[in-house]
């Protein structure tokens, strides 16, 4: 949202709404994209994890719709 703004853009928003207003919203969409990545990172880990157990026989494969009880 903020990444394609120029300098005149920041300053109107600074006067606009404050620094750490500004600050604060930037670093909330740049923790927001590292959270994202991060979620994936995951997922796919997960899936890596689990195609490699069920090759090599370790673990039995669950079906997705049911839970661990």
């Known amino acids: 949202m903020l990444e394609g703004t ?10 606009n709404i404050g620094f750490p207003t500004v600050v604060a919203l930037y670093l909330l969409f740049q923790f927001e994209k590292r959270l994202a990545n ?8 997960g899936e890596y994890l689990e195609e490699r157990n069920e090759k090599h026989g370790f673990i039995r ?8 009880q």
């Open 61 to 68: 494969k669950r079906s997705k719709g049911k839970e661990k």
């Open 38 to 45: 991060l979620e994936s990172s995951i997922h796919r880990i």
């Open 6 to 15: 120029n300098v005149v853009g920041w300053f109107n928003l600074i006067s």
